[in-house]
């Protein structure tokens, strides 16, 4: 019995090796920030595989919202933004993917645990360094108000 169990850690430990084991257990955070112009609101929803998505958040101009999570092996979590006042553009885009090669290339590193997401009038963009400047990812999506599902 204590052979087998023996076996099974070490698998398992290697098994976590190899799926970027340097962000496992650790906790992280994701803020999304309303900068879009004219006062206009944010609609947010997030969502992680496996589990339910949040509540649909309404941001005011010039707030953040915060997800503070701990990362397991696969972490992925998204989300769905929308530009008020008539919601009708919109980006859906992954917040955070549980390996390091995303948090060094698109968050800027683990140092501040934070992967920072900023809404504008012209899209999305990402704090990709520690010193804070932001890069340009997603560009707004226009769906016909129609197809809104609430």
């Not at 704090?127 to 769906?143: C, D, H, I, P, S």
Request: overall charge positive; hydrophobic content about 45%; some cysteine.
């Amino acid at each position: 019995m204590g052979k087998v169990l023996i076996c099974f850690l070490l698998l398992f430990f290697i098994s976590i090796h190899k799926i970027d084991s340097i962000l496992t257990f650790r906790h992280y955070n994701i803020q999304i920030s309303n900068q879009i112009a004219g006062n206009k609101k944010l609609m947010i929803n997030c969502r992680a595989a496996g589990f339910m998505a949040t509540e649909v958040k309404f941001l005011p101009f010039n707030t953040v919202w915060l997800i503070s999570f701990t990362v397991f092996p696969r972490t992925l979590i998204w989300c769905d933004l929308w530009k008020g006042n008539d919601y009708v553009q919109y980006a859906t885009f992954d917040a955070f993917i549980a390996k390091e090669s995303f948090l060094h290339d698109v968050c800027g590193g683990r140092k501040p645990n934070v992967c920072y997401w900023q809404a504008r009038e012209d899209g999305i963009y990402v704090r990709n360094n520690a010193v804070g400047t932001l890069k340009f990812m997603y560009k707004w999506e226009t769906q016909n108000s129609t197809n809104i599902l609430f």
